[in-house]
């Protein structure tokens, strides 16, 4: 018999009209939002994926799509799932999905994931091969860095890009992380905010970094592709990684070291450059 995987029923006909209501409302919010903010490849995956056909999406639908593109399958779990019960659904290419939806009493808050952060935040993308690859590495990385007691750098890493991150795109600098494109307040900030710092990614950098999980962050990490993180990850021998991770010393969330490169974002200051020339 399998040990437990958390996995439940999504009971998609349980869903009430206001549950329903309030997705569509969620979702209509951030695509207008989103437009001209995310990674064009997430918002190919959320019209991939049709997960506008009104209401909460019925995870068996999506999957079909979702399988026969990237080999993914959405899982519907009550909430926060063990650390390992969470890398093994992801190394199983499995994503663990909240079976909740927040009340409009929530709409811009929630401590827990539910089904609109998990679902249009992080589902569009595992429609992309490269972003899928290093999903399923991530899982596989979660599972041995729990060996080597480093999850707490690990968890970094996870925050400043599946959650957090920023990618350039030809059009801009863009948001591929999933606790921005799920928030409100949080998709404009990122970009258009002139108080956080937009530092170029790099892996040891980023996963010494501290992070907060009650504001804005004060730091996000900038990719170039999904294949340059994929490659960050896969490329890297872990062990002696983590072996100079254990002296401990971290990066508050709000440093900026010499080394760092800063990018330029901003849908304004884009707008700017541009009209510059
Ligand atoms: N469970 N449902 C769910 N979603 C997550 O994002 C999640 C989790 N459990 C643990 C976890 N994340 C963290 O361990 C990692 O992101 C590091
Ligand atoms: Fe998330």
Redesign the pocket.
Known sequence: MREDD?VIDQNWKGYTAEEHAVWDLLYRRQRDLLKDRADPAMLRGLETLNLNRGGIPNFAEINIELKARTGFEVVA?P?????E???NHLANRRF???QFIRTRAQLDYLQ??DIFH?VFG?VPLLTDPVFADYMEAYGKG?LRATKFGR?KN??AL??YT??FGLIETPQGVRIYGAGISSSKDESMFALDDPSPNRLRFDLERVMRTRYRIDDFQQTYFVIRSYDELFRATVDTDFAPLYGRLADGSDYAADTVLPADGVVQAGTQAYARTKAAG
Do not use: I, N, Q, S
């Not at 909430?79 to 650390?83: C, F, N, S």
């Open positions: 958390f779990v909430g926060l799932v063990p650390d019960v969470f890398f663990p999905a909240g827990e994931p998990d992080h979660g999850l690990l968890a996870y925050w599946v959650e």
